[in-house]
Every structure is written in C-alpha cells, then in structure tokens.
C-alpha cells in the first residue's frame, strides 16, 4: 500500500490538462500550483500491481514533462525489512 | 473525517512536496488547494489575520479533522502577499498545550475548584451587581485588550458605560499606543494613520525610530529589504538607543541616548529651516503653529492630573524656539553627531526623496510620548512629506486590534465607539445605537490603566474583569498592582487561553476561546479591519470573550441591549457598531463584504477604500478644495507643535548607573504565556537574559550566561548575561526582554507615564547591576 508525492511539470502551456489529466486517474490527488508551473501529485494504491498499472498511465500522459518523487512510504517494504 | 495514521501519511507526502515546491519555485503558492474538489480533503485552508503582532498579515489555517494542523500565508493579502514570520508560521501550536484552560474554576476557601461554566457566570453577575450596590458603580471595572476582538470590545464597552455606568473601561493598548493616538489628535485631530504599507514601494528613506522592526514587525522590515534590493535608491536608517538585528540590516545605524529623540528631532527641523528645505505652499496652505504646556511632570503618584493646554504660535515663535536645538548643542545632549543630525535632516529635506518614518514602543512607550509623536510629525510638515504614496510618518501597532479594538472602538475610559463621554452630542449617538438613557453614559472619564491598578490597589475598585491580557506580567511597578489584586476584598475575574501569573490572582477564572476558535475581527496598523470565522470548536467550555460578556450582560438584566443569537450575534454586533462610524472619514465595510476580503481599509466609501487620508485625490472625505485637507482639525490644517526636550523620569546617577531598557524578541508574543507552549519558539528562546554592553560586562567580571542581579528603587531581578548576543546596548545601559515569567522585570520597572496619553515608559528607568 504505498503513498507517493512528486512534483510534476507539465508540458508547456498544459498545466490545467495536466491537473484534469491526472485528477481522473484512480487513486491520485492533485494540488496545482497558483502561481507557477508546477502541481503536487500525491498517489495512494492499494497494492503493488495498481502502483505499476499507475505508473504506466503517468508515463503516457502527453501533459507531463516530468515527474519528480519528493516522498515515498511503502507498507510492504517495510514489513520486509522487518522481517 | 478522522486522522488516521494513512490519511497523516498522504498529508505529509503532500506537505513534503509542497516544501519541495517551495524551494525549487521560489515564491509558489498552494493557497486555492482547499477549493479542489473530489481531492480527499486531507486538508481544508480558511482565511484569518495571524494573531502574533498589528502588522495583519493574512494567512491560510489548515483543518484536518477540526483540528488547526498548518498555516501558510495568505498570497491574496496584500499586507504580507504569502509571506508570515516565524511566529505566524508556528501559530496554530499555541491553540493546543497541555495545559489549556478548558473549565471554569473559582476560588473556594482559597483552592481554586472546578465548577460548570454557568455557576462562574452566575457569579461573576451576582459579584457585578453586589459591588455596584455597596460601593457605587465606579467600584467595578474591566481591563481588556488590544488582542480583544472588535466584538469583544464593543460588548464590554456597551455593558460597562452603556449599561452599568461607568467609564472603568480600559485596555492594554493604553500601554503600547495610546502615545500614538494622542500624538494623531493633537496633531491631525483625527486618529490613525494617514498612509499604507504601500508607501514601503514608494519610499527611497526609510527612518526607524527607537523601533526594532527586523524583530517586532518583520514581515514589514522583509519587504523594506526586498524594496532596497529591488531598486537602486533606497536607504535605511535605524536611529536607536541600542544596536539590534534593524540596525544590522540598515545602511546606517545612528544611536541616541534615551530620551533625547524629543531634541534631535527638533534639531532636524531647525536644519531644514535654517536651510529653506521647508515646502512653503505646503505649509502656508496646510500647517499651523502651536505650544503647549512645559515641564508637565511624569504621574508617579497617585491622582496624577495634567490637562493640556494649546496656544496658537506664529512661525517666527516656533524659529525662535528651535534655536536651542541647533545640531551643534543637540550633539552634547543626544551623543548624536552634529553631522548625523544634518544628514538625517538633508534625507527629509531633499525635495527629490520620498521619506517614511516608521516607530513603534521606542516613541509610544516614552514619558514625553506624545511629544516626540508631535515632532515627528512637525518633521514631515515642514517639508510637505506625508499623506502622498512613500511620504509617509507611520505608527506601527504592536497588537492584532490595538487599533482595531481599543482605538476604533474606543476602550479606553474617556472614549466611545464615535468621540469621547465628555462630548453630549457623542453621548446622545451612543444611548440611541445601544438603547439606553442618555444619563447612563457618565460625562467624566475615570481611570487610565495605571490609576485603574492604583485604584483597585487603594480599594477604590473591588472588581475587576480582566480578558486577553496578562498584567500580572506587563504592569509596571509590579509588584504593587500584584499585591493589589490580592487584597482580601479584591475580587479578580480572568478569562484566559493559559495559566499564567494574572491567572493566579484570579477570584474567578473563565475559559477563553482563542482566535480562530471564535468568529470576529481585528483592526491592524493600516486601518484595515480582517474579519475571520469559527475555523476550530473551541476545547472544553471555553467560549468567546464576547459571548461571556453577553452572558453576564444577561444576567444583570440587559437581554434587550444584548439580544443575538449565539450563531448570528457576530454579524449583528459588527453591523450595530458601524453605525457609530457612518461616514466619509471613518465609514467600515459591511459585514458580507469583510467576510469575504482578507481586509478592508477604512474610510470604505462606495465600495472604494482609502489608501491615504487627507490627500484629495485619494480621501473622499477632504471637502475644501484644495490639494490637502486635514479635516480632523476645526481649521483644517495639520498642527506644527513647539515641544521641548524634558528629561526621563528617572535617569542614571551614582546609585543606580544604568538605564534599564525592556522590549521583546523575535521569537514570543509579549509576556510568552502563547508562543512559550509553541515548542520551536520555545527552545530558540527559552528564558530571558539580560543584554550588557561588553565592556561593561568585563567590569563587572561577568561571562556570557552568568547570572547578574538587576536592581531598581522599586525591586530586583536575577537573570543570566547576554554579551554580544542579537542585541548589543550601549555602554551604561542594559536590556531585558519581557516574555519570561520566571523572570519579572517590571518589578524593577518605573510606573512613570505620559502626561497627556497616560502610557507608562518601559523603555527608561534606573538600575544598578550586581554579579549575583
């Protein structure tokens, strides 16, 4: 079950598709930037299969120009390294 | 919508990215993330004014599970554009301590015991009304604050001179402005000030007067710099009696001994008319020349009375009078240079430069306190610098509703929400709007703070209400207001946030709701009035000062003054109390529209505000044709006054060879009974300490962090050694911040005051050091 935040730019001129974009995406919130050409993505998934379908999608959106990770929390790995 | 751990995980991933944001896009803002809709709601923004000083800043509370989790600035407040301090940033902590007061309690047999909240209100009406009808109605009182709400006020000035009678009404601002607003009236006739902060984008010279704003009004300083570094002609001048974090920002620090600003800023007016930099068309046009009266004495005793008295002067009078200032001789009393004098005096009288002086406690908090606001103003008179955007003499407020609340609303004992108790035609207004007779409201005033203490000291007063405010702590001359308070047939009333040392004196303790636990509105620096909402239910039975008093109110028989409900009453007191101020020159905004706007100036005149008063193009109000009209004045002009240099109350000698000098820092809010539960604030700061000059700390054989033992005629303090810290004091003078309980520094501190704004002097008293 992990959560994930990044930061995206957008492709220039896309941020308000980029944000509808990626608002439709299950399991993604999203917080546009008022001022600047960024938005904060923060992804809950359920499991380790919808993370990777997640990705997939992220990669394909025409919108994003990049994705950058400002934060990860994953309740498997941990387990593990507990383990 | 609980918080659970999964829901705090997915808020910190998003305020991890947030920050990231921040730091690789300066200036990016998150301030419409509570308008998405479909997000998880992880978070919820509303708007409020911070609460930690007057300057107003706008910022953004976030509510994750009704509980107040972040703030930010708010980018849509013009006052700060986003930016807060480190005390706004931290503000929502000092909501949730430990040791919040969330019950009643009341002294029984000398324990103080838990009791429904309606049993301490019961009591506290029971108390009113039986002391009124042994002693007479001046025998109670409430001491308020420029922290007050203006609902707040507005209520306690309503029940005490509406309803019960008397003029005991007063508030700590008496403490920090009521120099500045005699200061306006006797200059302009009119309070406030007559600029904004938009003059900082203005302005080429900024002249800082006894006033540390990198600390005490930081925001403000930050966008001083960010103007200087901005444009190519802009100069900061901090003119002090001590070196602080302002003097290390400014491009020339100028130190003056205590006292002696009231003959610099003479000797400043002498130079600029011994080198014709006066603006002539301005002052023909819109200046007149007055005195008063000398040697007016510093109200250490009891009973004090001064009235003042103004004589019409001409011109040549006043040039006479400022020969005893030439900068040569101010040089020998001031320790200023005769050259810096002339150079602060080329800066204003440069027709080219556009000149803001800004001040705070250094002028207010000053036994010629009015004076020096006088001869600030007469500077820029002379030269026809002010009410035009960066010409501009700014008072600066220290509280969230200083101005708001005690000025605006008139929570002082000769005021009323429009005018003064002595003026008829001002009480008439008041008995119409609050619905009761005209003989109710007393023609005379009673006691400003610091006779209101001696009073209750002397058993003059046998109850006392006191809200938002801590005078256990800031009162000076402590010692005798405390042992005051606690005389066996003093009855105390404290309704507060925190325990505290005025707590401890309390009869009665009422839980207060706290900022944005509650709906109201603060008045800041600017005149711009801020309203904000209920954002978090407040804890226990805590509720708002307003609503407590309404409740007594009711109690003592006055449903019909008081007659709100408890989910609309907000809205109906602000709207009743404009009313007082109905008008061009002080007309408020309605209700709907504050509750929308992260402020609004005053005077609010079809739908329009007003940035600078007094200037036609921008004042509605101004009625005589001409370019400037100081309307606040029956001659329409502004007054020029000749006031003198006179002495401190209390200065050095053999004795007693320090000046003791007491302020605040940075990082706490007055007395710290807040910002000391906020745990970073805390830690940065976590007790006071005394500023010694090094070389005087080498005489005493004193190192850093050791403990020195502060002495005065009234009491002493030990606290450790600050050498070369934020602050560095000149030889001959200490400073001490007063924040820190444990260390009570008005204990040694002078209740001397200003005789015509009555507000005591803590910048100035005598002491002597010992190594303890």
């Known amino acids: ?83 | 919508m609980k918080l659970n751990r999964r829901r705090f995980l997915k808020y910190a991933a998003a305020s991890s990215a947030v920050a990231t944001a921040g730091a690789l896009f300066p200036g990016a803002s998150f301030g419409s993330w509570q308008k998405l809709k479909n997000n998880s709601g992880i978070i919820s923004w509303q708007k409020a004014p911070c609460r930690f000083c007057g300057t107003g800043c706008g910022v953004l509370i976030g509510v994750s599970d009704g509980r107040a989790v972040a703030v930010k600035g708010d980018p849509n407040c013009s006052v700060n554009k986003g930016l807060c301090c480190m005390k706004g940033y931290h503000s929502v902590q000092a909501l949730y301590a430990k040791d919040r007061i969330t019950t009643a309690k009341i002294r029984k047999n000398g324990e103080m015991v838990e009791v429904p909240i309606k049993e301490a209100l019961d009591l506290i009406a029971d108390k009113i009304k039986k002391t009124m009808e042994k002693h007479g109605k001046d025998s109670v009182a409430i001491y308020g604050s420029g922290q007050w709400t203006i609902p707040d006020g507005y209520v306690a000035s309503k029940l005490f001179k509406g309803c019960l009678g008397t003029n005991n009404v007063e508030a700590n601002a008496r403490l920090c402005m009521a120099s500045a607003v005699t200061g306006f009236m006797t200059s302009f006739g009119i309070d406030e000030p007559m600029g904004c902060y938009e003059d900082m984008d203005h302005a080429n010279v900024f002249i800082t007067w006894g006033n540390n704003m990198a600390e005490m009004h930081p925001v403000l300083f930050s966008r001083m710099l960010a103007n200087r570094k901005r444009r190519n002609n802009v100069t900061i001048i901090d003119f002090a009696t001590r070196s602080t974090r302002t003097s290390q920002a400014a491009d020339k620090s100028i130190l003056f001994r205590p006292q002696t600003d009231l003959a610099v800023a003479n000797a400043i007016c002498y130079e600029i008319i011994k080198n014709d930099w006066v603006n002539w068309d301005f002052v023909n046009e819109h200046v007149s020349f007055h005195k008063g009266k000398t040697n007016i004495g510093y109200g250490t005793q009891d009973h004090f009375a001064f009235k003042d008295k103004a004589e019409s002067i001409d011109f040549e009078e006043y040039k006479r009078f400022l020969e005893d200032y030439t900068p040569e001789k101010v040089e020998k009393i001031s320790g200023v240079s005769a050259k810096n004098i002339k150079y602060m005096a080329a800066l204003y009288g440069d027709p080219d430069l556009k000149v803001t002086s800004f001040w705070c406690m250094g002028m207010n908090q000053h036994t010629r306190g009015t004076w020096i606001n006088n001869l600030v103003y007469n500077i820029h008179l002379l030269v026809g610098k002010i009410s035009t955007p960066g010409n501009s003499p700014f008072s600066l407020t220290g509280q969230p509703s200083a101005c708001g609340t005690v000025r605006e609303v008139g929570t002082l004992t000769h005021k009323l929400p429009h005018g003064v108790v002595m003026n008829e035609h001002h009480r008439k207004m008041a008995a119409e709007i609050w619905d009761v007779p005209l003989e109710n409201i007393d023609p005379k005033p009673t006691y400003h703070t610091v006779e209101m203490f001696r009073a209750l000291d002397r058993g003059d007063i046998k109850f006392i209400w006191i809200q938002v405010t801590n005078p256990m702590v800031t009162m000076p001359n402590l010692r005798r207001y405390r042992d005051g308070a606690l005389k066996d047939d003093r009855f105390v009333v404290v309704s507060d946030v925190y325990p505290t040392p005025t707590t401890d004196v309390a009869d009665v303790i009422l839980p207060a709701a706290m900022w944005v636990e509650q709906e109201g509105m603060f008045g800041n620096s600017e005149r711009r009035t801020q309203h904000f909402a209920e954002i978090v239910k407040p804890p226990g039975e805590a509720m708002s000062d307003t609503w407590q008093i309404i409740e007594v109110a009711r109690r003592l028989g006055f449903e019909k003054q008081f007659p709100w409900s408890q989910d609309e009453y907000i809205g109906k007191i602000w709207e009743e109390y404009r009313k007082f101020h109905a008008g061009p020159k002080h007309e408020m905004a309605p209700y709907t529209v504050l509750k929308k706007r992260s402020g609004v100036q005053w005077p609010f005149v079809d739908g329009k505000e007003t940035r600078w008063r007094f200037n036609a193009k921008y004042d509605p109000a101004c009625t005589n044709g001409k370019d400037f009209d100081f309307y606040g004045k029956k001659n329409h002009r502004a007054w020029i006054w000749a006031r003198p240099y006179e002495p401190a109350a209390e200065f050095p000698d053999g004795e007693y060879n320090f000046w003791l000098n007491t302020g605040r820092v940075i990082e706490h809010w007055h007395t710290g009974s807040m910002t000391r539960r906020i745990p970073v604030l805390h830690n940065a700061v976590p007790h006071s300490y005394v500023e010694i000059n090094p070389e005087d700390a080498a005489e005493l054989g004193v190192v850093n962090g050791e403990m020195v033992k502060i002495i005065s005629r009234r009491g002493e303090v030990t606290m450790p050694a600050s050498i070369r810290g934020r602050g560095v004091p000149p030889r001959g003078m200490v400073f001490v911040p007063f924040f820190d309980e444990s260390y009570l520094i008005n204990e040694v501190t002078l209740d001397a005051f200003c005789p015509i704004s009555k507000q005591p002097d803590y910048k100035k008293c005598a002491v002597r050091l010992e190594k303890a």
């Open chain 1, 1 to 83: 079950m992990p959560i994930f935040s990044y930061l995206a730019i957008p492709a220039n001129g896309a941020k308000e598709m980029l944000c509808a974009d990626l608002a439709s995406l299950s399991h993604c919130e999203v917080i546009p930037s008022d001022n600047r050409e960024v938005v904060v993505l923060v992804t809950d998934t359920p499991d380790k299969a919808t993370e990777e379908k997640l990705q997939e999608k992220l990669k394909q959106l025409q919108t994003l120009q990049s994705l950058s990770l400002t934060f990860g929390y994953d309740d498997e790995k941990i387990k593990e390294k507990l383990r």
